[in-house]
């Protein structure tokens, strides 16, 4: 069982920018997959980036060019960069870490873009 805890969340201004972290309990040097997804209020959950081990990053159309992740697997940590945020991107973001024959996700943290 792998825990993930998302942390880096908060309140920001239009504009500004966040650094999202997903720390995983174990290693996370052989996963598949990493991806984030966000949950605004009323809404479905959305794939907001999903990165493959083959190289193959999509992300969203509403956060191209603004969001980037990145993985540290020495501190098995995955990160979303979030810059020149906007108020649509409010939401609770969540990280899923895919192996081979399980994935996870962690609980979520709170985004909230408002002047």
């Known amino acids: 069982q792998v825990q993930l805890v998302e942390s880096g969340g908060g309140l920001v201004q239009p504009g500004g920018s966040l650094r999202l972290s997903c720390a995983a309990s174990?290693?996370?040097?052989?996963?598949?997959?990493m991806g984030w997804y966000r949950q605004a209020p009323g809404k479905q959950r959305e794939l907001v980036v999903r990165s493959t081990s083959d190289g193959s990053t999509n992300y969203a159309d509403s956060v191209k060019g603004r969001f980037t992740i990145s993985r540290d697997n020495a501190k098995n940590t995955v990160y979303l960069q979030m810059n020149s945020l906007k108020p649509e991107d409010t939401a609770v973001y969540y990280c899923k870490l895919d192996w081979r024959w399980y994935d996870y996700w962690g609980r979520g943290t709170q985004v909230t873009v408002s002047s």
């Open positions: 174990g290693s996370i040097s052989s996963i598949i997959a």
